[in-house]
């Protein structure tokens, strides 16, 4: 069904969006988890500390992806 809605052009970007988008979720985790997971103690300061670094990291992630969608969109535009 996909593949009769999609222009070969589009299969492109969608391949250039996933490694995009697969990039961004490797950075977003910044090992962060398997700190949590090894760190022999646990208070819930150190928990709060790691929550408030994704949300700022995922926050800065979230403005990379925002400001590299419209000049991604404005070339795909260009070329069909």
């Known amino acids: 069904m996909v593949i009769r809605l999609l222009a070969p052009a589009d299969y492109g970007l969608l391949a250039m969006a996933t490694v995009f988008v697969g990039f961004l979720r490797l ?5 962060l ?7 022999p103690e646990l208070d819930e300061g150190k928990l709060r500390t790691a929550f408030a ?3 700022l990291v995922d926050g800065a992630l979230f403005l990379v992806q925002l400001a590299a969608a419209p000049p991604s969109r404005i070339s795909s ?3 069909a």
């Open 27 to 31: 950075m977003a985790e910044a090992g």
């Open 33 to 39: 988890n398997a700190a949590r997971i090894q760190a």
């Open 53 to 55: 670094a994704v949300i």
């Open 77 to 79: 535009a260009r070329s």
